[in-house]
């Protein structure tokens, strides 16, 4: 019979996805509005900068998953990635937030996509190997479904939050708004980053998978063209 999980460990396993609902929220809801109404943007070309961006989705998951499943560490092979992922993870968020003090309209689209295929990139390096955890800290399929229940109240805790708060600091999607939504970036990306410290201090996987064979690279590629960019990001 597997060992039960402690509550601490499950609770603050789910406060990881406090942070990839947020910043998956928050860039849903608000970025295109971002762009057109604060940045300046035409609402076409702000929408190829972000179909740019969440295209990279197809390609990178199945290369830090690929990573993720190589990973050889005294930590294991998915804690590293959030020991080390969240900084970059935050950075990039910020970066789409920040107005360029440029005017040519081709540039700040270059800009903005090329700011999402970075956040984009950390992000997955981030919650990919954190959704790989979930059956790696246990083989009881009920404690299983329990991490995900932890999970998902966390995930709905995170998007209630960014539904309401953003907008609370923005007070409106105008060109004067642009330093409001900067801070808005901030802490939010602060507010991401930091569950991912919670997640690597509280879990420990367990040494058999950390063994595991992993599949090949173009296996995964292969698998990954097969379905829709994830939500994320």
Do not use: C, H
């Amino acid at each position: 019979m597997s060992k039960r999980l402690p509550v601490r460990t499950k609770l603050f396993y789910g406060m990881g996805d406090v942070g990839l609902s947020l910043t998956s929220t928050i860039l849903g809801l608000y970025f295109l509005i971002y762009l057109t109404d604060v940045v300046g943007i035409e609402p076409g070309i702000a929408g190829i900068a972000i179909f740019i961006g969440r295209s990279w989705d197809y390609i990178n998951d199945p290369i830090f998953g690929y990573l993720s499943d190589r990973t050889r560490t005294r930590w294991g092979r998915r804690r590293p990635f959030l020991l080390f992922g969240p900084i970059p993870y935050a950075l990039t968020f910020v970066m789409l937030w920040w107005r360029p003090p440029v005017e040519s309209m081709a540039l700040l689209a270059v800009y903005y996509a090329l700011a999402y295929v970075f956040y984009d990139t950390a992000a997955t390096l981030i919650y990919m190997p954190y959704f790989a955890l979930t059956p790696e800290l246990t083989s009881d399929y009920d404690e299983r479904t329990s991490l995900t229940s932890y999970r998902m109240f966390f995930s709905i805790l995170g998007s209630l939050i960014a539904f309401s708060v953003p907008t609370m600091i923005i007070k409106g999607f105008v060109p004067e708004s642009v330093q409001r939504v900067l801070i808005m970036g901030i802490v939010f990306a602060i507010a991401a980053a930091l569950p991912m410290y919670a997640v690597f201090f509280s879990t420990r996987e367990r040494e058999d998978y950390m063994e595991q064979e992993s599949p090949k690279l173009w296996e995964s590629l292969k698998i990954a063209f097969k379905n829709k960019p994830s939500s994320t990001g």
